[in-house]
């Protein structure tokens, strides 16, 4: 396939896909200012690279939470991704598999957990989100240990939805609600016409065992509105912690105060995150937290990053920083939006290649020795 880049995969996707779900995917929060900056904060980070090194050899590997992956970079957790393209959950969990690397997949997923601990061979990942009805949030939590999950991401940056105007702007509701612009806009995309008529309208897989069964796909929606709960705090964690025997990472972490408490309250790691943009549209970027964070958790806590990372380079600078994981949104999810299956191979093969290229030019040979790459302030 020759769409490599995130620019050129938007492109295709904003072609490919309705307006309603290409804005789901693409849009932020607000006028979309902390969309851009996220973006633009790796932008701005300028690397001192070292000449003379042989580097002949590069290896991308890397270890966390007990595993050792093929590269330092994985699947972030998306929800609603069968809007965008129907069989997207599958795509992402079957590509991880086959490339060795880490996918989560998300409670607004249009996939169960059990459907993607099968093709994960038990070693998936899943995000929760914390419902507010507690015996939903904990039987949500027992599901996941008995599918197998390794790794437990509780997202805390979500009391309440983020306010996106696209969104807003183009009505999106499940069902789709019929209208002349929506059946124009469906009809000139058919191709993502003819893959949601085959699996179905998107659904929230994860919940639908807590409404009625006969419940359509709005009711879900609304369901699952209503499970946002702004009563999240620290003693709610504590009794997720106490009941999920394995990793638990604490995603959405953006001030260092915070970064320690999740650190002493038992978390095994934390995501600094702004939520690809789509919550607070003034939040520092992640990439811009990231330093302070990683000075106040000390060197040997786990701390992974998304938000705003656009390609290989992006990577290395986040690790450069105090990253030890890196987990791509948007970039895989806006690759299978332009080109399907093979898009998603071709985005993995570019984030790595352009990664492998970022090392070399730095005088590198290992992922490791980032840690040790000036980036001057």
């Not at 050129?8 to 200012?33: H, K, M, N």
């Not at 806590?301 to 948007?330: C, M, N, Q, T, Y």
Request: hydrophobic share 45%.
């Amino acid at each position: 396939m020759d769409l490599k880049t995130f620019d050129e995969f938007r492109r295709s996707a904003r072609r490919r896909i309705p307006r309603v779900a290409f804005d789901y995917l693409d849009g932020g929060s607000g006028t979309e200012v902390g969309l851009a900056e996220s973006v633009d904060a790796f932008e701005r980070l300028r690397f001192v690279p070292e000449v003379l090194v042989n580097v002949d050899r590069i290896d991308l590997s890397r270890s966390l939470f007990g595993r050792d992956f093929a590269l330092p970079f994985g699947f972030a957790p998306l929800g609603l991704t069968g809007l965008i393209w129907p069989g997207a959950d599958r795509f992402l969990a079957e590509t991880a598999v086959d490339r060795n690397m880490p996918h989560v997949l998300s409670t607004a997923a249009s996939t169960s957990i059990e459907d993607i601990a099968d093709i994960s061979g038990g070693k998936s990942w899943f995000q929760l989100y914390v419902a507010a009805d507690e015996a939903v949030a904990d039987d949500i939590v027992d599901r996941a240990d008995k599918a197998g999950v390794e790794v437990l991401f509780v997202t805390v940056d979500v009391p309440v939805p983020g306010l996106r105007m696209r969104d807003l702007r183009n009505g999106l509701q499940l069902p789709l609600r019929p209208s002349l612009r929506l059946g124009l806009d469906i009809a000139t995309h058919p191709a993502w016409c003819l893959a949601l008529a085959r699996s179905g309208m998107p659904r929230f897989a994860n919940i639908e065992r807590y409404t009625d069964p006969s419940a359509s796909a709005g009711q879900l929606a609304k369901f699952m509105a209503a499970q946002s709960s702004g009563r999240l705090d620290w003693a709610v964690l504590d009794r997720i912690r106490q009941r999920w025997p394995r990793k638990l990472v604490i995603k959405g972490v953006l001030s260092p105060g915070a970064a320690e408490r999740a650190r002493d309250a038992g978390a095994d790691g934390i995501v600094v995150s702004t939520h690809g943009g789509r919550q607070l549209n003034s939040a520092i970027a992640s990439i811009d937290a990231l330093p302070a964070i990683r000075a106040a958790v000390g060197p040997d806590f786990p701390v992974l990053l998304d938000s705003g990372v656009r390609s290989g380079e992006h990577v290395a600078k986040a690790i450069a920083r105090g990253a030890d994981f890196v987990l791509l949104g948007r970039l895989p999810m806006m690759a299978i939006a332009g080109g399907g299956e093979a898009g998603l191979n071709s985005a993995v093969d570019h984030v790595a290649d352009d990664l492998r290229r970022t090392l070399a030019l730095l005088g590198i040979t290992t992922v490791d020795e980032l840690a040790g790459c000036q980036i001057p302030s």
